[in-house]
């Protein structure tokens, strides 16, 4: 599976747009992006996955750029309750029995 | 629909005795996984199944058994238990397939004395 790579931390006023980096240069052509958060004391929570185009759902939009070496993910109006780790993992679909690796992640502060 | 649930949420044992963390998911997922996160690391695997009657290794798997005897459920063990069992143990599931989408249990707070 790809390195990736994030900023250790990131602020973010609440009610704007939280956009998160993850840059995974040595991608390969089947691997997907995953995108999970951890709030305080909780178990992780899969946020939104991607292979090639953007994807969007009720949760977030993830923006892969054309050559795959890096993504964004985009909380469109962030809440206090945003406030967490955020984990980009990038895998190939259904190998190494589904094992993910947790690197580091961002920790992303919303502030009133 | 109750996702993931783990029990207990807490525990303290002294070192020595045994325990065992139940997991159980109602979402008729083929995998289950268990890992454990320890402060300032990310999660690390223990064990894993691809389905009822079957388990299998992670990364860190020594001082843990498992067992899948039903599908719905994924029990983890401590035989004897040492401090450096202390942490935080995740329980995830997912559903056969390419998708790598899991869906992670509340945790259980562990504590060997």
């Known amino acids: 599976d790809a390195k990736t790579t994030q900023p250790t931390s990131m602020d973010c006023a609440e009610g704007r747009a939280a956009n998160l980096p993850c840059n995974h240069s040595?991608?390969?052509?089947?691997?997907?992006v995953y995108w999970y958060r951890q709030i305080h004391s909780q178990g992780p929570q899969y946020i939104i996955h991607?292979?090639?185009n953007n994807e969007t759902n009720e949760m977030a939009s993830l923006i892969i750029t054309e050559d795959r070496k890096s993504s964004t993910l985009i909380l469109p109006h962030a809440t206090l309750r945003d406030t967490a780790v955020y984990y980009c993992?990038?895998?190939?679909?259904?190998?190494?029995?589904?094992?993910?690796?947790f690197g580091q992640g961002t920790i992303l502060t919303v502030h009133p | 629909n109750a996702g993931v649930t783990q029990t207990p949420k807490f525990r303290v044992l002294k070192t020595g005795q045994s325990m065992t963390l139940l997991c159980a998911q109602d979402?008729?997922?083929?995998?289950m996984y268990w890992y454990r996160q320890d402060p300032g690391m990310g999660l690390r695997l223990i064990h894993y199944?691809?389905?009822?009657?079957?388990?299998a290794k992670g990364e860190v798997p020594d001082g843990y058994n498992v067992s899948r005897l039903k599908k719905q459920n994924f029990l983890l063990g401590l035989e004897s238990a040492a401090p450096s069992q202390t942490s935080v143990y995740f329980c995830?599931?997912?559903?056969?397939?390419?998708?790598?989408?899991?869906?992670f249990g509340p945790g259980t707070r562990l504590t060997v004395l």
């Open positions: 991607g292979l090639k």
């Open positions: 979402m008729n997922h083929e995998y």
């Open positions: 199944s691809v389905g009822e009657g079957t388990t």
């Open positions: 993992i990038v895998k190939a679909g259904g190998t190494s029995y589904g094992k993910l690796t």
């Open positions: 995830a599931s997912r559903i056969q397939g390419r998708s790598d989408t899991q869906y």
């Open positions: 040595t991608i390969s052509g089947n691997e997907y």
